[in-house]
């Protein structure tokens, strides 16, 4: 069964740093799209940042360049969202998602993604 659990979610004062992870259980995602996705109440879930597994490759909203960095841990099969600089708009549930095959046309589609996680709550307290 695959799993995807999120974890380092919690309360920040404006302008503080979260570390989100993604660890991934009963498959491997090696050379499989991964992202972030967020939602906020009220609002539509929301691309955040994507990677491709194998390669580097990685895509960011306009909103969190600069402040976000998506990186993964090949040996672990585990995910991260490094955010800083966080402002009272990130708050939000963060999803971590996970392509189940090789090949993408998009990355930042919720369609595109056929695995998702829990959720973990960033809240940033001006």
């Known amino acids: 069964q695959v799993q995807l659990v999120e974890s380092g979610g919690g309360l920040v004062q404006a302008g503080g740093s979260l570390r989100l992870s993604c660890a991934a259980s009963?498959?491997?995602?090696?050379?499989?799209?991964m992202g972030w996705f967020r939602q906020a109440p009220g609002k539509e879930r929301e691309f955040v940042a994507a990677?491709?597994?194998?390669?580097?490759?990685?895509w960011y909203r306009d909103s969190v360049k600069g402040r976000f960095t998506i990186s993964r841990d090949d040996a672990k099969n585990t995910m991260y969202l490094q955010m800083n600089s966080l402002k009272s708009e990130d708050t939000a549930v963060y999803y971590c998602?996970?392509?189940?095959?090789?090949?993408?046309?998009?990355?930042?589609?919720?369609?595109?993604?056929?695995?998702w996680g829990q959720g973990t709550q960033v809240t940033v307290s001006s």
């Open positions: 990677l491709r597994w194998s390669g580097g490759i990685t």
């Open positions: 009963g498959r491997t995602f090696s050379g499989n799209l």
């Open positions: 998602a996970a392509r189940g095959s090789r090949g993408y046309i998009t990355y930042d589609l919720r369609s595109v993604y056929d695995y």
